[in-house]
């Protein structure tokens, strides 16, 4: 890359990554970016310069370049600045003009580190991650394909419901892929209600993680929601592939509240002593948890492998006190799913509480998960894209101070970037 390219190419992996105030701070120092390439104009919404550059030469419409050798359209698609809604006009302008001159509606990224090599659309960009209704509009009207697998799912992020029902209009099947399991990551009852009112199937299941009611307990939903979802023709006693009923769960997950719910509801309420042991774990009662491994001491012995894994559930929830408790009873902080093992995942969503408590007993900084990256790794990944924010700073901080090594340069947000500089990282 010459040295006429590198703003431009910062500009363009900071604008896709996330990282909106590098990519403003980049734009704010070279305002003619936007001139010297269709890629940084897409990506920055500037319609009339990518007007006149089509002018000039239509083919640009669909040419790929740009350090991901994309074409105009997916960069103008996955800007973190297409998140802005004061710039709603200008990118949905910059995208129709791209697509008068060919671009396609459908086109799409394949990430390179993502295993599962999932196809990711312009769409899903525009929808599902930036939340921009205008522009999604803008490619549904050409053509752009609402049931891509990904956009309506990850427009059950938001906690408004514009993209939603911008993407049923124009024909999305809330039932193709699990969006009501994504809008019950979250505490949202107006979300899970839309969904309820336009078709959602409660007896679909995903996969071992069973109906939707039996998500909602295992997320550490609201009553209100499981009642909404039990109102609605939820069936209260279907069991998990592993045999568990939601209320077995609650029980497991330590939600005696939501166990009542279900309860007066008509759920059985027969539940064997693993699920008593982890619901003692979940509300960290050192006292009920030592009494029964002393009344049955086979109990750990006769965990299975899913069971030993409530360590990273209960990690994810953060939760803690449950975390220590379990180490502290012979629990392995190494287990691992694809994410990685319980410290990638607090690291990852920026539980400081759930990081220390991995860190004080002994868990693995090196160990890596299915995409090759470390616990901090993880959590400056986090710290740009998980939905939760907060602590991914701290959490940076603590693994460094506890022996992680600190990257060359330093990426993430900008209280990571702080974090990492202050350590020995380049900016």
Same mark, same amino acid.
């Given at each position: %890359?010459?040295?006429?390219?590198?703003?431009?190419?910062?500009?363009?992996?900071?604008?896709?990554?996330?990282?909106? &105030?590098?990519?403003?701070?980049?734009?704010?120092?070279?305002?003619?970016?936007?001139?010297?390439?269709?890629?940084?104009?897409?990506?920055?919404?500037?319609?009339?310069?990518?007007?006149?550059?089509?002018?000039?030469?239509?083919?640009?419409?669909?040419?790929?370049?740009?350090?991901?050798?994309?074409?105009?359209?997916?960069?103008?698609?996955?800007?973190?600045?297409?998140?802005?809604?004061?710039?709603? &006009?200008?990118?949905?302008?910059?995208?129709?003009?791209?697509?008068?001159?060919?671009?396609?509606?459908?086109?799409?990224?394949?990430?390179?580190?993502?295993?599962?090599?999932?196809?990711?659309?312009?769409?899903?960009?525009?929808?599902?991650?930036? $939340?921009?209704?205008?522009?999604?509009?803008?490619?549904?009207?050409?053509?752009?394909?609402?049931?891509?697998?990904?956009?309506?799912?990850?427009?059950?992020?938001?906690?408004?419901?514009?993209?939603?029902?911008?993407?049923?209009?124009?024909?999305?099947?809330?039932?193709?892929?699990?969006?009501?399991?994504?809008?019950?990551?979250?505490?949202?009852?107006?979300?899970?209600?839309?969904?309820?009112?336009?078709?959602?199937?409660?007896?679909?299941?995903?996969?071992?993680?069973?109906?939707?009611?039996?998500?909602?307990?295992?997320?550490?939903?609201?009553?209100?929601?499981?009642?909404?979802?039990?109102?609605?023709? !939820?069936?209260?006693?279907?069991?998990?592939?592993?045999?568990?009923?939601?209320?077995?769960?609650?029980?497991?997950?330590?939600?005696?509240?939501?166990?009542?719910?279900? !309860?007066?509801?008509?759920?059985?309420?027969?539940?064997?002593?693993?699920?008593?042991?982890?619901?003692?774990?979940?509300?960290?009662?050192?006292?009920?948890?030592?009494?029964?491994?002393?009344?049955?001491?086979?109990?750990?012995?006769?965990?299975?492998?899913?069971?030993?894994?409530?360590?990273?559930?209960?990690?994810?929830?953060?939760?803690?006190?449950?975390?220590?408790?379990?180490?502290?009873?012979?629990?392995?902080?190494?287990?691992?799913?694809?994410?990685?093992?319980?410290?990638?995942?607090?690291?990852?969503?920026?539980?400081?509480?759930?990081?220390?408590?991995?860190? %004080?007993?002994?868990?693995?900084?090196?160990?890596?998960?299915?995409?090759?990256?470390?616990?901090? &790794?993880?959590?400056?990944?986090?710290?740009?894209?998980?939905?939760?924010?907060?602590?991914?700073?701290?959490?940076?901080?603590?693994?460094?101070?506890?022996?992680?090594?600190?990257? $060359?340069?330093?990426?993430?947000?900008?209280?990571?970037?702080?974090?990492?500089?202050?350590?020995?990282?380049?900016?």
């Amino acid at each position: %890359m010459d040295a006429k390219q590198e703003p431009l190419y910062e500009f363009l992996a900071a604008a896709i990554s996330g990282n909106e &105030e590098q990519a403003r701070a980049i734009l704010a120092a070279n305002r003619q970016l936007p001139k010297s390439s269709i890629y940084a104009a897409a990506a920055a919404g500037e319609a009339d310069i990518i007007q006149d550059m089509l002018i000039q030469d239509a083919s640009l419409a669909t040419e790929p370049g740009g350090p991901e050798q994309w074409e105009p359209l997916l960069y103008l698609c996955f800007s973190c600045l297409l998140a802005d809604p004061q710039c709603n &006009e200008r990118f949905a302008q910059s995208a129709k003009v791209l697509l008068d001159y060919g671009a396609n509606a459908n086109a799409f990224i394949v990430p390179k580190d993502d295993p599962c090599e999932r196809k990711l659309s312009a769409l899903y960009g525009a929808a599902g991650v930036a $939340g921009n209704a205008a522009v999604a509009q803008v490619l549904l009207e050409a053509g752009a394909d609402p049931n891509d697998g990904e956009s309506l799912y990850h427009a059950a992020e938001a906690s408004g419901h514009e993209c939603l029902e911008l993407l049923y209009r124009y024909g999305a099947d809330v039932n193709a892929t699990p969006a009501l399991f994504r809008k019950l990551d979250f505490e949202d009852v107006d979300g899970v209600q839309w969904f309820v009112d336009h078709g959602a199937d409660l007896n679909l299941t995903l996969g071992d993680n069973g109906t939707p009611l039996h998500w909602a307990v295992v997320r550490g939903r609201s009553c209100s929601i499981v009642e909404l979802l039990l109102n609605h023709g !939820a069936p209260v006693n279907a069991r998990r592939a592993d045999g568990k009923t939601a209320y077995m769960l609650a029980v497991r997950y330590g939600q005696q509240e939501l166990a009542d719910t279900l !309860a007066r509801h008509g759920a059985w309420t027969d539940v064997d002593p693993i699920d008593r042991l982890f619901g003692s774990y979940a509300v960290a009662d050192k006292q009920a948890v030592l009494g029964m491994l002393n009344n049955e001491p086979s109990l750990l012995a006769s965990l299975s492998d899913d069971d030993k894994m409530m360590l990273l559930e209960f990690a994810e929830l953060d939760k803690a006190e449950a975390v220590k408790l379990m180490l502290e009873t012979g629990f392995d902080s190494s287990i691992r799913r694809e994410e990685g093992a319980a410290l990638h995942i607090a690291a990852w969503h920026g539980h400081i509480g759930t990081v220390r408590a991995l860190i %004080m007993y002994g868990a693995s900084l090196k160990l890596t998960n299915s995409y090759g990256g470390t616990p901090l &790794e993880s959590a400056i990944h986090g710290s740009i894209h998980s939905l939760r924010t907060g602590g991914h700073a701290a959490v940076v901080e603590a693994l460094i101070q506890a022996g992680a090594a600190v990257p $060359g340069k330093a990426e993430g947000s900008r209280d990571v970037r702080q974090v990492l500089c202050r350590y020995g990282a380049s900016a």
